[in-house]
């Protein structure tokens, strides 16, 4: 497998520019006779679809939902990051760069960092024109708040519901083309496989979630939006439909995929509190803006909140990292609520909780003042807890919530398949090894709205369109014949267990070996483990009805199939890598405080794994990473 990234040449700021000048153009006329298939319409994909489309392509997009609407890009809350400084508070594209690829712990590409930052400020002018309705302050100025692991107010918002607007504004601006016949919507289509014809990327074969039926679609190209593979721990903060399907498929045939093992632990989410739950709540970061986040000062305190004075209360966040205080990073804040659970420090029923307390900002603003700028957020707590964060603090603890691994990408947003690219969570490319609050909508509508425009441009000039209707049609019904197969193998096992039973019992096995904290042993058993779930789901499985009619138990257990073949790719990664960095603790590399301590020497790459042909077996690749504009350090946060 060969790894070029084709970053250009030139100082850095300027790398983006020189890319976009000699990247090869296609003449407006000839556009409309290039075909793009997008997968996914959240974010990232919806913005892809309308820009391609404003260019002059032709695009299918296509979704698991009744509408693009749907997509878990809605579920985003807390902000959109952009180096604006409208604040006038030190912020700028190289500080924006700088925390971004400090927070990722260095092990992201610094071209793409950089590139991400520069594009930030043109995504908030284009939705701003959109409509988007972000916040502003006294004088009509967009308004901004502050996340984690940064000193400077960079977050534009619409309330609680940043994600669903910038949604809205990507919908509309891609039913835009809906109508002007350039964008074909096909909803209720999941991608089963990637057609791969003489080494290129030429379509997918899809199955129709209403009345089953096996399709195939041809392109010149092909983007993956798909999102990231979070409910491969079954209990997350992802939408219940979210899955690794598209991607898996992609590697099995040939694409490599990234850092498997690296996936965000958000700390701000409401505790599990039953054994059958099947989804977790995320409460926003933005929360940690005026919310304190505290524990009893000794172990086992059992009393309420209000009946424990502040003198016995540990701000532990405050207390140890005083420059950012609960503003740290994701990854330091959930390794250290876990700690004080660890120690018989955590609160509520089960133990495995903090408490996130906005007493003092409602003392110091008044309940008014808080609930403007929290009120969906306060308002969905309660809703689901039936308890009042005005009046009691909340309850938090940490949960999987996003994915920074994902299919292997170069610059130009292509992955190892030559006409296959990638966009958004579903990619690796940007976050490094944890991703900072905010930085997930600002690169889906990188990638969506100004990146994949101009890069597939350059691929589909180099190649003129060859034919669609016949090229490689016999692998096209190879890969339908595959397909229909393995639906069929699903429905006809007859066994006892159900796909979310399966699942349940993988997730677990994720969190306790391959979660929070990891360790050789653990990852040892856990890789064990997961061929024997394997071999009982490919006998034991139970799938009631037909592949003839909409039958979610199906389409579950096709997404459970392949997250039990992918989590054992997940456990190879994080064994390998013997460090710990951004949110990936390996207990036997720590600094004497307890904080992540990586190894530069060793592990300073991005690990990409290839399936072989032959017998599908993993391999090992690395592309080496260099840092010629910051200097790697140990990051603090004190």
Same mark, same amino acid.
């Given at each position: 497998m060969q790894l070029d990234a084709r970053i250009p040449l030139g100082p850095l700021p300027e790398k983006w520019d020189r890319c976009r000048f000699e990247t090869q153009l296609v003449n407006p006329a000839n556009k409309r006779k290039f075909e793009i298939i997008v997968v996914g319409t959240g974010l990232a994909g919806a913005s892809a679809a309308a820009s391609l489309a404003e260019l002059g392509y032709n695009v299918k997009a296509f979704c698991l939902q009744d509408s693009p609407r749907r997509a878990h890009s809605i579920a985003a809350q807390g902000g959109i990051n952009a180096a604006k400084n409208y604040q006038n508070d030190g912020d700028s594209i190289r500080r924006l760069f700088h925390d971004t690829i400090k927070g990722g712990d260095f092990r992201a590409r610094e071209a793409n960092v950089y590139r991400l930052a520069q594009i930030s400020n043109t995504i908030i002018d284009q939705c701003t024109a959109q409509g988007v309705p972000f916040a502003r302050d006294y004088g009509g100025h967009l308004a901004n708040r502050s996340f984690g692991g940064a000193q400077v107010s960079r977050t534009f918002y619409a309330r609680g519901q940043t994600g669903q607007q910038l949604l809205l504004g990507a919908y509309s601006a891609m039913m835009r083309q809906v109508k002007a016949g350039r964008v074909q919507i096909f909803a209720r289509k999941e991608m089963l496989d990637l057609v791969v014809v003489d080494g290129r990327a030429r379509g997918i074969? +899809?199955?129709? =979630? @209403?009345?089953? &039926? #096996?399709?195939?679609?041809? $392109?010149? &190209? @092909? #983007? %993956?939006?798909?999102?990231?593979?979070?409910?491969v721990y079954y209990l997350s903060t992802n939408a219940? *439909?979210?899955?690794?399907?598209?991607?898996?498929?992609?590697?099995?045939?040939g694409a490599g995929f990234a850092n498997p093992s690296f996936v965000q632990i958000h700390p701000t989410c409401i505790p599990v509190h039953g054994d059958y739950q099947s989804k977790l709540t995320l409460m926003s970061e933005s929360l940690r803006n005026d919310g304190r986040v505290w524990t009893p000062a000794r172990a086992d305190d059992q009393r309420p909140p209000h009946q424990i004075p502040e003198q016995e209360r540990d701000y532990y966040l405050e207390k140890k990292y005083p420059s950012f205080g609960n503003l740290v990073p994701r990854d330091v804040a959930s390794r250290n609520a876990k700690e004080q659970c660890d120690q018989g420090k955590g609160v509520g029923p089960t133990g495995l909780a903090v408490y996130l307390d906005f007493a003092q900002a409602i003392t110091r603003d008044g309940e008014a003042a808080i609930r403007r700028k929290y009120g969906n957020l306060f308002h969905m707590y309660e809703k689901i807890t039936n308890h009042d964060p005005a009046t009691e603090p909340m309850m938090i603890y940490p949960a999987v919530h996003y994915t920074m691994g994902g %299919?292997?990408? /170069?610059?130009? =947003?292509?992955? +190892? #398949? !030559?006409? %296959?690219? @990638? $966009?958004?969570? &579903?990619?690796? *490319? /940007?976050?490094? &090894?944890?991703?900072l609050g905010a930085s997930a909508l600002m690169q889906g509508l990188a990638d969506g709205y100004f990146i994949l425009p101009t890069t597939i441009g350059g691929y589909l000039g180099a +190649? !003129?369109? !060859? !034919? =669609?209707?016949? /090229?490689?049609?016999?692998?096209? /019904?190879?890969a339908k014949t595959l397909a229909t197969a393995r639906t069929n193998t699903l429905l006809t096992i007859g066994g006892q267990r159900t796909p979310d039973d399966f699942h349940r019992e993988l997730g677990l096995l994720m969190w306790n070996g391959c979660g929070i904290a990891r360790n050789a042993h653990g990852l040892t058993e856990a890789l064990a483990r997961i061929p024997m779930i394997r071999d009982e789901f490919w006998q034991n499985l139970k799938v009631p009805g037909t592949g003839a009619e909409l039958n979610q138990t199906l389409e579950r257990a096709g997404r459970v199939a392949d997250f039990l073949e992918f989590a054992e790719i997940m456990v190879r990664d994080a064994l390998a890598r013997e460090e710990s960095c951004g949110c990936h603790l390996r207990e036997?590399?720590?600094?004497?405080?307890?904080? $992540?301590?990586?190894?530069?020497?060793?592990?300073?790459?991005?690990? @990409?794994?290839? =399936?072989d042909a032959d017998d599908g077996r993993p391999k090992l690749h690395k592309e080496p990473l260099s840092f010629d504009f910051t200097t790697p350090s140990q990051r603090s946060y004190t």
């Amino acid at each position: 497998m060969q790894l070029d990234a084709r970053i250009p040449l030139g100082p850095l700021p300027e790398k983006w520019d020189r890319c976009r000048f000699e990247t090869q153009l296609v003449n407006p006329a000839n556009k409309r006779k290039f075909e793009i298939i997008v997968v996914g319409t959240g974010l990232a994909g919806a913005s892809a679809a309308a820009s391609l489309a404003e260019l002059g392509y032709n695009v299918k997009a296509f979704c698991l939902q009744d509408s693009p609407r749907r997509a878990h890009s809605i579920a985003a809350q807390g902000g959109i990051n952009a180096a604006k400084n409208y604040q006038n508070d030190g912020d700028s594209i190289r500080r924006l760069f700088h925390d971004t690829i400090k927070g990722g712990d260095f092990r992201a590409r610094e071209a793409n960092v950089y590139r991400l930052a520069q594009i930030s400020n043109t995504i908030i002018d284009q939705c701003t024109a959109q409509g988007v309705p972000f916040a502003r302050d006294y004088g009509g100025h967009l308004a901004n708040r502050s996340f984690g692991g940064a000193q400077v107010s960079r977050t534009f918002y619409a309330r609680g519901q940043t994600g669903q607007q910038l949604l809205l504004g990507a919908y509309s601006a891609m039913m835009r083309q809906v109508k002007a016949g350039r964008v074909q919507i096909f909803a209720r289509k999941e991608m089963l496989d990637l057609v791969v014809v003489d080494g290129r990327a030429r379509g997918i074969v +899809t199955r129709d =979630l @209403v009345n089953g &039926a #096996i399709e195939s679609h041809t $392109a010149h &190209a @092909v #983007i %993956l939006a798909t999102g990231g593979y979070g409910n491969v721990y079954y209990l997350s903060t992802n939408a219940m *439909s979210s899955n690794v399907s598209a991607s898996w498929r992609a590697c099995k045939r040939g694409a490599g995929f990234a850092n498997p093992s690296f996936v965000q632990i958000h700390p701000t989410c409401i505790p599990v509190h039953g054994d059958y739950q099947s989804k977790l709540t995320l409460m926003s970061e933005s929360l940690r803006n005026d919310g304190r986040v505290w524990t009893p000062a000794r172990a086992d305190d059992q009393r309420p909140p209000h009946q424990i004075p502040e003198q016995e209360r540990d701000y532990y966040l405050e207390k140890k990292y005083p420059s950012f205080g609960n503003l740290v990073p994701r990854d330091v804040a959930s390794r250290n609520a876990k700690e004080q659970c660890d120690q018989g420090k955590g609160v509520g029923p089960t133990g495995l909780a903090v408490y996130l307390d906005f007493a003092q900002a409602i003392t110091r603003d008044g309940e008014a003042a808080i609930r403007r700028k929290y009120g969906n957020l306060f308002h969905m707590y309660e809703k689901i807890t039936n308890h009042d964060p005005a009046t009691e603090p909340m309850m938090i603890y940490p949960a999987v919530h996003y994915t920074m691994g994902g %299919l292997w990408v /170069d610059y130009h =947003l292509m992955s +190892t #398949i !030559p006409g %296959l690219f @990638v $966009a958004g969570e &579903a990619n690796f *490319s /940007d976050h490094g &090894a944890n991703r900072l609050g905010a930085s997930a909508l600002m690169q889906g509508l990188a990638d969506g709205y100004f990146i994949l425009p101009t890069t597939i441009g350059g691929y589909l000039g180099a +190649t !003129p369109p !060859p !034919p =669609l209707t016949s /090229d490689g049609r016999s692998t096209f /019904d190879e890969a339908k014949t595959l397909a229909t197969a393995r639906t069929n193998t699903l429905l006809t096992i007859g066994g006892q267990r159900t796909p979310d039973d399966f699942h349940r019992e993988l997730g677990l096995l994720m969190w306790n070996g391959c979660g929070i904290a990891r360790n050789a042993h653990g990852l040892t058993e856990a890789l064990a483990r997961i061929p024997m779930i394997r071999d009982e789901f490919w006998q034991n499985l139970k799938v009631p009805g037909t592949g003839a009619e909409l039958n979610q138990t199906l389409e579950r257990a096709g997404r459970v199939a392949d997250f039990l073949e992918f989590a054992e790719i997940m456990v190879r990664d994080a064994l390998a890598r013997e460090e710990s960095c951004g949110c990936h603790l390996r207990e036997e590399s720590q600094t004497e405080e307890h904080e $992540a301590k990586r190894n530069d020497e060793a592990f300073c790459h991005v690990a @990409v794994w290839e =399936l072989d042909a032959d017998d599908g077996r993993p391999k090992l690749h690395k592309e080496p990473l260099s840092f010629d504009f910051t200097t790697p350090s140990q990051r603090s946060y004190t």
